[in-house]
């Protein structure tokens, strides 16, 4: 789909001043604190969201629960944000001396969240007279009321957006943070005023690299607290003597001291990912808090292969649900707004990542469902300018549940009302998206011409780092550039290679040399592109490292010929 291309700023003077304006940084303290954010253990729980006298509340209940020698359940979620968290919250109990047990459901059997299935179970095993959840629970009203009929207490640590009936008991809670975030900062209070007495080396700077990464995977924006989670747990991840995430490294190529926001985003969190998606989460957790190098690589390694294989299902059910797209109605389906497509054969595990697929290749709101029995399981994504949740949420008197966030949402349906649900949500979608709204945009930070480039330029886009959701890395871009060479590169020809030069003539005399580009999956283009044509290009600035040389490369974000 053609992208429209939004030039965010006309400055051409001063770039990097450019690109700090067009993330509303302006005033001298804004810029300060971007460059230099605070450290996380500085923060106070108002500057994060949380109310502080809840905060007590549930750090008071805690204590008292150690002390009084209760059995305790961490109840964690299945993706990398709740597996990260229930990691830092157990092994900060476990380390000043609870008796406390982790506990992540079974994705297919027991559904998302708490569950009566879930409770029964922690009951059975453990007997816990106090539940605290990690990425969930601010929807699960009945099920905290059913665990406290079975004398449990609940303490509710989430981020997820607050329906309009909270369940009855203490919820720590601020959409500020991930996940692992809201659980870190529970345990870095438990930590500063109780003393460790196992498990050395806990303490909540070390947990950052968990919360790093919990943060990155889940797609919070990388701006203001989380600035300062994903800059600190990054450094933290690159110095961790975990082996846990040592062997998880070793085992997906990547180097300690290298690792950055696309490191955790591309390569860490699916393999975390994957074990909730196709298997049990529990080992995902248990490779992140094993002690024991050889146990490690063993689950590293299981990690590694589920995820391929978690890569494999995901393309054959894009395949399926591109292929049902087309066959309803020779392409009709997408002159709905809305994308609602249901199957029997779909694993509930990865609609969530089919989904996405879907609003890239076609752009529009997009809900895959897991069909089922009684019951069917759906996963939602949606685009710039549409909050999914807040609509799947309109139609809750058709929903057994539903939880998540603007861009990112889940749901529970009898199976019967599949229809009647996707024809309301059609309405809703054809109602509330606008033609604008479904074209999609690529916010480009400054045209600049390729005399500017420069090793200079990309230190000082360094300064902006670490990128992500709400903090994008810069794109430029530069008009009537000479395509000097061309090929195809990767598997089946995906990719181009390009080499590219300014087709100014003044520029031509002083400072010409050809430019190293790569364009992903823009290999549909090589026919059309011939050498010496002009073409206009959006791209960001990296640095290539290869064979102990380094040298600019641009990496292509669109092309027009």
Known sequence: MEKKWKILSEKKEDILQALLSNRGLTTKKDIENFLHPENPLEFIAKDVGIDSQVLKKAIARIRKAIKDKESIV?????????????????????????????????????????????????????DPTLIITVDHGITAGEKVAYAQSLGMDVIITDHHVKPKKLPKCIIVHTTEFSGAGVAWFVARELLRSTPLRSTPGVEAGELLALVAIGTIADMVPIIGVNRSIAKYGLEALNKTKRVGLEALMEDAGLEKGTLGTYSISHVLAPRINAMGRIEHALDSLRLLCTRRRDKAKILAQKLGFTNKERQKMTEEMTRNAFKCLAFQGKGQALRKKLIFIADESY????????????VEEFYRPSIVVAKSGIYSKA????????????????????????GGHPMAAGFTVETKLLKKLQKRLEIIVDRKL????????????????????SEKLWQGIQELQPFGFGNPE?????????????????????????????????????????????????????????????????????????????????KIKDIRL
């Open 347 to 358: 694993n509930q595990g990865v609609i969530g990542l089919v989904a996405g697929k879907l």
């Open 74 to 126: 961490v109840y964690a979620d299945y993706d990398a944000d709740g597996i990260t968290a229930g990691a830092v919250l157990w092994e900060t109990l476990y380390g000043i001396g609870a008796r406390v047990m982790p506990y992540i459901p079974h994705r297919e059997e027991e559904g998302y969240g708490l569950s009566v299935k879930g409770i029964d179970a922690v009951r059975q095993r453990y």
């Open 434 to 453: 606008n033609t604008e709204l479904l074209t999609r945009v690529l916010p480009i930070d400054a045209e600049i011409p390729f005399a500017v480039l």
């Open 379 to 402: 996963s939602a994504r949606s685009i710039r300018g549409f909050n999914i949740i807040e609509a799947i949420r309109s139609c809750s008197d058709l929903l057994v549940d539903a």
């Open 474 to 554: 810069p794109v430029f871009a530069t008009r009537n550039v000479l395509v000097r060479d061309a090929r195809l590169v990767g598997k089946d020809g995906k990719h181009l290679k390009l080499r590219l030069s300014s087709n100014n003539v003044t520029i031509q005399q002083y400072n010409n040399l050809p430019v190293d580009a790569i364009a992903f999956n823009f290999g549909h283009l090589y026919g059309q592109l011939r050498r010496e044509d002009l073409v206009d290009i959006a791209y960001s600035v990296d640095m290539n490292h290869w064979n102990g040389n380094s040298s600019l490369q641009l």
